[in-house]
Nanobody, 115 residues
Framework: QVQVVESGGGLVQAGGSLRLSCAAS????????MAWYRQAPGKQREFIAG???????NYSDAVKGRFTISGDTAKNTVYLQMNSLKPEDTGVYYC?????????WGQGTQVTVSS
C-alpha cells in the first residue's frame, strides 16, 4: 500500500510564507518525479513545481521566483517553500509521486492567503 501525505498548510496573510512537506511511503521503489499541484475553488488542478531524480526542477510561471521546491526523490520526500504569498495562491495543494508505471496522489493540504 502506498501513502502520500502532505503537511504544512494553513492561513497566512498576503506577503507571508509557508512551507509544505510531502512524504511518500509504502511499496514505491522507482519514483523519478515528485511534484506539487494546486486546485483553487472552482478551477482545475494545475501544476506548480516539480523535482526530478538528479534534482532538476521546474516551475509554473505563476510561482516562479516566489516558490522553491526541494527534496530527494530517492528518499521520497519533497518540500515547497512558498514566499511572497498572494490571495490567488489560495487552494488545496496536492503532492504527486510519479513512478515508472504508477502515479500517486496525497489527500491535499489547504493553503489560504488573506488579503
Amino acid at each position: 500500500q502506498v501513502q502520500v501525505v502532505e503537511s504544512g498548510g494553513g492561513l497566512v496573510q498576503a506577503g507571508g510564507s509557508l512551507r509544505l512537506s510531502c512524504a511518500a511511503s509504502g511499496s514505491i521503489f522507482d519514483i523519478h518525479v515528485m511534484a506539487w499541484y494546486r486546485q483553487a475553488p472552482g478551477k482545475q488542478r494545475e501544476f506548480i513545481a516539480g523535482i526530478r531524480s538528479g534534482s532538476s526542477t521546474n516551475y509554473s510561471d505563476a510561482v516562479k521566483g516566489r516558490f522553491t521546491i526541494s527534496g530527494d526523490t530517492a528518499k521520497n520526500t519533497v518540500y515547497l517553500q512558498m514566499n511572497s504569498l498572494k490571495p490567488e495562491d489560495t487552494g488545496v495543494y496536492y503532492c504527486n509521486a510519479a513512478a515508472t508505471r504508477s502515479s500517486y496522489w496525497g489527500q491535499g493540504t489547504q493553503v489560504t492567503v488573506s488579503s
